[in-house]
């Protein structure tokens, strides 16, 4: 499975936008870049994914770099509640299964200050 | 919509016991997955059912099966249990097609003593 590296710990204020980074150089063509998040005591959530282009959800943004050895999660505007474990992960969906097998790293675990 | 349920949330088991636990997929799913999660650690892949079949395997060792049933909900079977073995359980779901998102539920606190 193509490896992806997070930082482990980040820090942002309260209202203000987050940008998230995650190396993923040994990607290949049909490798997607999911994000989930996991709240304390909860399970992953999704939050985006993307493929080759920029995409925009309710919860966030993804910035995907032309080459695709990087990616960036956005959140605009932080809250308490956005206190969370996030994880980059490359789902290859090449698969008869739907490939369900996700390989989660360590993630970044982003701190919100009020 | 439940979402994806598991029961039970908590559970104390003693070294050589025998352990299940049970998942319920979101309304509209057909494939449950199982996640070991130790402490401080990412979510880490046991095996994928669909079908009522083991379609795919993480690198865990034949003490953990499983489980599907026609109503697609899903159990974990863990036998001889090691103090290694404690960990959040993890079962997610999905519908079986490409690049659709898992939803994931709370999870079973599993103590082995």
């Known amino acids: 499975d193509a490896k992806t590296t997070q930082p482990n710990s980040m820090e942002s204020n309260e209202e203000e936008p987050v940008h998230l980074p995650c190396n993923h150089s040994?990607?290949?063509?049909?490798?997607?870049i999911h994000w989930y998040r996991q709240l304390p005591s909860q399970g992953p959530e999704y939050v985006i994914h993307?493929?080759?282009s920029n995409v925009n959800n309710r919860m966030a943004s993804l910035a995907i770099a032309e080459d695709r050895k990087s990616s960036t999660l956005i959140l605009h505007r932080a809250t308490l509640r956005d206190a969370a474990v996030y994880y980059c992960?490359?789902?290859?969906?090449?698969?008869?299964?739907?490939?369900?097998?996700?390989?989660f790293g360590t993630g970044t675990r982003l701190t919100i200050i009020p | 919509d439940a979402g994806v349920t598991q029961s039970p949330t908590h559970l104390i088991k003693t070294r050589g016991q025998q352990v299940t636990l049970r998942c319920s997929p979101k309304?509209?799913?057909?494939?449950v997955s199982w996640y070991q999660q130790a402490l401080g650690q990412g979510p880490q892949f046991i095996f994928q059912?669909?079908?009522?079949?083991?379609?795919q395997r993480g690198n865990f060792p034949d003490r953990f099966s499983g489980h599907q049933f026609p109503n697609y909900s899903s159990e974990l079977n863990v036998n001889a249990l090691l103090l290694g073995d404690s960990a959040l359980y993890l079962c997610?779901?999905?519908?079986?097609?490409?690049?659709?998102?898992?939803?994931f539920g709370s999870g079973t606190q599993l103590s082995v003593l």
């Open positions: 309304s509209g799913h057909d494939t």
């Open positions: 992960i490359l789902r290859d969906v090449e698969s008869n299964f739907g490939n369900e097998k996700l390989t």
């Open positions: 059912y669909y079908e009522e079949e083991e379609r």
């Open positions: 993307g493929l080759t």
């Open positions: 997610a779901s999905s519908p079986i097609r490409e690049d659709e998102k898992l939803f």
């Open positions: 040994t990607i290949s063509g049909t490798d997607y």
